[in-house]
């Protein structure tokens, strides 16, 4: 269903209100309305400068720092629906980068389950707002347990949107730094969002509210098809148009989002793991240039900022390093189940296995990396030379290929071992095979495309045929058994490939002419 973006202007009144253990922001009397147009894409959005700042807390239910909530500026975001001139506030989301923001997938679902009007997401400047629109909006999801023709989806999105109303661009764009954590147990955490109280005179009221409590368990592995996600339940309460909106540790760090509660009872926060997994085409040109990028890709440009180091291989697993505490709770944590019999190794223990095995394990790699490409079927060799910039007409009439190891194993890192009781181990690891040289051999009758020769590196003529040569590097993901008895290697597979796509390298004009002369001959 296509989306109608929703249009007109609207007032937007925030609220001071305090009550219960929750506090409403005390804006200034003069900064309380924010009129707003929603306007079509503003290309302004580039030029705007970023700040990031921090929302620090007392540690008593509700209390924080009141001018701090308007020194987040963008960094809070209402999730509004549009209508009949009027609008509603329905849920809460975080800004993290330009364009970027996330918020909780049944907040989005909400906004469009009744027609085909967008959401608008609403940010906050003193006695001003910024609107904007979503242009994608992506969640992870898994297969249900139950049914396998139905997809449980994470209540994490990741959302790119456009700006779409006056950019102010007198004030920073406010963006919140973000850091992967597992709270601990007894760890107080803050939620903020919006609340829609009422409209009067076409005027929507809002409260912004802020509420605090400790976490009393961690999931690590979700809760099942209720929450698929990493989450953590916490003993405050939040309100319902709260949902999606920001949840901080005691640094001012976004780690949550919220996700759902119960009157009386506990809140569910998902943490914010799974968000370095997606991909979208960002609005900002730096980030849509790269087609879809992930939050990653987002922070080697500059465009948001996490804590800890966080990297992502070539499969798409992300890692992030964890203190020796939230380690401790993770291992606790985490369902037998969930374990089925892999470990990760111990760091003292995946240094002693590389230390002693490690020379041997890369010299099996390379031979049974090798004998496994030179054993790919003419198709699959021709997709790997179309991801080194072979044209697919340059390969139609290859007679024959072989593979030659040139740059050998580079960071071989092991990702799991999985232990038996028969003292064999299944170890899964990763590599790079930093050179292999494909040699590919095409009748001089049938190679006629002058276009072709410059796709190789090397080019020569031997008799009848044509010897063309090109290098490509590669990663792998493969798995092997261990006997630790006997101290032996067997059983090795390849598990997956990920292809580098590397510049086109030409052959020098000279040595190009003088092979398109033999070619003629």
Same mark, same amino acid.
């Given at each position: 269903?296509?989306?109608?973006?929703?249009?007109?202007?609207?007032?937007?009144?925030?609220?001071?209100?305090?009550?219960?253990?929750?506090?409403?922001?005390?804006p200034?009397?003069?900064?309380?309305?924010?009129?707003?147009?929603?306007?079509?894409n503003?290309?302004?959005?580039?030029?705007?400068?970023?700040?990031?700042?921090?929302?620090?807390?007392?540690?008593?239910?509700?209390?924080?720092?009141?001018?701090?909530?308007?020194d987040?500026?963008?960094?809070?975001v209402?999730?509004?629906?549009?209508?009949?001139?009027?609008?509603?506030i329905?849920?809460?989301?975080?800004?993290?980068?330009?364009?970027?923001?996330?918020?909780?997938?049944?907040?989005?679902?909400?906004?469009?389950?009744?027609?085909a009007?967008?959401?608008?997401?609403?940010?906050?400047?003193?006695?001003?707002?910024?609107?904007?629109?979503p $242009?994608?909006?992506?969640?992870?999801?898994?297969?249900?347990?139950?049914?396998?023709?139905?997809?449980?989806?994470?209540d994490?999105?990741?959302?790119?949107?456009?700006?779409?109303?006056?950019?102010?661009?007198?004030?920073?764009l406010?963006?919140?730094?973000?850091?992967?954590?597992?709270?601990?147990?007894?760890e107080?955490l803050?939620?903020?969002?919006?609340?829609?109280?009422?409209?009067?005179?076409g005027?929507?009221?809002?409260?912004?509210?802020?509420?605090?409590?400790?976490?009393?368990?961690?999931?690590p592995?979700?809760?099942?098809?209720?929450?698929?996600?990493?989450?953590?339940?916490?003993?405050?309460?939040?309100?319902?148009?709260?949902?999606g909106?920001p949840v901080?540790?005691?640094?001012?760090?976004?780690?949550g989002?919220?996700?759902?509660?119960?009157?009386?009872?506990?809140?569910y926060?998902?943490?914010?793991?799974?968000?370095?997994?997606?991909?979208?085409?960002?609005?900002?040109?730096?980030?849509?240039?790269?087609?879809?990028?992930?939050?990653?890709?987002?922070?080697a440009?500059?465009?948001?900022?996490?804590?800890?180091?966080?990297?992502?291989?070539?499969?798409?697993?992300?890692?992030?390093?964890?203190?020796?505490?939230?380690?401790?709770?993770?291992?606790?944590s985490?369902?037998?189940?969930?374990?089925?019999?892999?470990?990760?190794?111990?760091?003292?223990?995946?240094?002693?296995?590389?230390?002693?095995?490690?020379?041997?394990?890369?010299?099996?790699?390379?031979?049974?990396?090798?004998?496994?490409?030179?054993?790919?079927?003419?198709?699959?060799?021709?997709?790997?030379?179309?991801?080194?910039?072979?044209?697919?007409?340059?390969?139609?009439s290859?007679?024959?290929?072989?593979?030659?190891?040139?740059?050998?194993?580079?960071?071989?890192?092991?990702?799991?071992?999985?232990?038996?009781?028969? $003292?064999?181990?299944?170890?899964?690891?990763?590599?790079?095979?930093?050179?292999?040289?494909?040699?590919?051999?095409?009748?001089?009758?049938?190679?006629?495309?002058?276009?072709?020769?410059?796709?190789?590196?090397?080019?020569?003529?031997?008799?009848?045929?044509?010897?063309?040569?090109?290098?490509?590097?590669?990663?792998?993901?493969?798995?092997?058994?261990?006997?630790?008895?006997?101290? $032996?290697?067997?059983?090795?597979?390849?598990?997956?490939?990920?292809?580098?796509?590397?510049?086109?390298?030409?052959?020098?004009?000279?040595?190009?002419?003088?092979l398109?002369?033999?070619?003629?001959?």
């Amino acid at each position: 269903m296509t989306r109608k973006a929703p249009t007109g202007s609207f007032i937007i009144r925030l609220l001071a209100d305090r009550g219960g253990t929750r506090m409403r922001i005390h804006p200034e009397s003069d900064k309380t309305t924010h009129p707003v147009s929603v306007t079509k894409n503003n290309s302004k959005l580039s030029e705007m400068p970023l700040s990031w700042k921090s929302i620090l807390f007392s540690a008593e239910d509700g209390i924080g720092p009141l001018a701090s909530l308007y020194d987040a500026g963008d960094a809070l975001v209402a999730v509004a629906k549009m209508e009949e001139r009027e609008i509603t506030i329905l849920g809460s989301g975080v800004m993290v980068g330009p364009g970027l923001l996330l918020t909780a997938t049944h907040v989005i679902e909400e906004c469009m389950a009744v027609d085909a009007i967008s959401p608008v997401f609403l940010t906050f400047l003193p006695g001003a707002a910024r609107a904007w629109l979503p $242009q994608e909006i992506v969640a992870s999801s898994v297969i249900s347990k139950f049914d396998e023709t139905r997809d449980v989806i994470s209540d994490l999105s990741l959302i790119s949107c456009t700006l779409n109303s006056a950019a102010y661009e007198t004030s920073p764009l406010m963006l919140a730094p973000m850091q992967i954590a597992l709270p601990l147990v007894g760890e107080r955490l803050w939620a903020l969002g919006f609340r829609h109280q009422r409209i009067e005179d076409g005027t929507a009221l809002v409260s912004l509210i802020v509420s605090s409590g400790l976490v009393t368990a961690v999931f690590p592995c979700g809760r099942g098809e209720r929450m698929i996600s990493p989450c953590c339940e916490v003993e405050m309460d939040v309100l319902g148009g709260m949902s999606g909106g920001p949840v901080l540790n005691s640094d001012g760090l976004l780690v949550g989002i919220v996700s759902s509660s119960f009157e009386g009872g506990p809140s569910y926060i998902t943490l914010i793991w799974d968000a370095f997994q997606l991909k979208l085409k960002g609005t900002v040109p730096k980030l849509a240039r790269h087609g879809r990028a992930s939050l990653l890709h987002a922070k080697a440009m500059g465009l948001v900022r996490i804590k800890r180091q966080v990297s992502r291989n070539p499969w798409g697993d992300v890692k992030f390093a964890l203190s020796d505490a939230e380690l401790r709770l993770l291992a606790c944590s985490t369902p037998p189940s969930a374990r089925n019999r892999k470990a990760w190794p111990e760091e003292n223990e995946l240094e002693a296995f590389v230390g002693k095995w490690g020379t041997h394990l890369e010299a099996i790699a390379s031979e049974s990396t090798i004998a496994f490409l030179e054993k790919l079927s003419a198709r699959e060799m021709k997709k790997f030379l179309r991801s080194a910039n072979v044209p697919w007409r340059c390969l139609r009439s290859v007679a024959s290929f072989s593979v030659l190891d040139f740059g050998g194993i580079q960071d071989i890192e092991i990702i799991r071992m999985e232990y038996a009781e028969d $003292q064999i181990s299944t170890i899964e690891f990763s590599y790079e095979l930093a050179g292999f040289l494909w040699t590919i051999r095409i009748p001089k009758s049938k190679y006629r495309n002058e276009e072709c020769t410059g796709a190789f590196i090397f080019l020569e003529m031997q008799g009848d045929i044509v010897v063309a040569e090109v290098m490509q590097k590669a990663y792998f993901k493969a798995s092997i058994d261990f006997d630790q008895t006997k101290g $032996q290697f067997s059983n090795f597979s390849i598990l997956s490939v990920a292809l580098n796509r590397p510049r086109v390298q030409r052959i020098p004009s000279v040595i190009f002419q003088e092979l398109i002369a033999q070619l003629r001959g």
